[in-house]
């Protein structure tokens, strides 16, 4: 019984012996099969996943660097006003009305609004620190929507 490939021209009542390679079941030597292509495609996908997990825990993590300047600057904020008003208040209070012949009190309110003034400073800071707080990570975002866009338009 001679054996034929998928080539060869077959005659009417002739036994025919398929090879499995002339079946078509196994890919062309060098080929890829299609089990390996969807662990391939499963695999890239296991990597993106982490990688964009990755970029999503440094972006948080930057972002909450950011938060705590801010916080230490509020509190800094909150610690200098306490300590100045506390301190400077009496001191330099003092001073100012025996050195400008004023009344006590015009030396107390002249130091209270130079508290008044560095707390203001201090709370702008840690204001403008803040705002510049992003805690959604955006660049993880913005790949994930590209991701979702090529998965549904792998064009």
């Keep these: 019984m001679p054996e034929h490939h998928a080539t060869d021209v077959i005659r009417p009542n002739e036994t025919v012996v398929v090879t499995p390679s002339a079946a078509g079941t196994a890919p062309p030597a060098g080929e890829p099969s299609l089990t390996s292509l969807v662990a391939g495609i499963i695999s890239d996908a296991q990597t993106l996943i982490r990688q964009e997990l ?4 440094v972006e948080i993590k930057a972002e909450l660097t950011k938060t705590r300047d801010a916080a230490i600057s509020f509190v800094g904020a ?12 009496f001191g330099l209070a003092h001073f100012i009305a025996w050195a400008a012949n004023w009344p006590t009190w015009a030396g107390f309110a002249v130091v209270g609004g130079l508290c008044l003034a560095a707390g203001v400073v201090l ?8 705002e510049g707080i992003n805690i959604v990570p955006q660049q993880t975002v913005e790949t994930m929507q590209e991701n979702m866009q090529w998965i549904q338009n792998p064009k």
């Design 54 to 57: 990755k970029l999503a825990k």
């Design 78 to 89: 909150a610690g200098a006003l306490v300590w100045a008003v506390v301190m400077l208040t």
């Design 123 to 130: 709370f702008f800071i840690g204001k403008n620190r803040a």
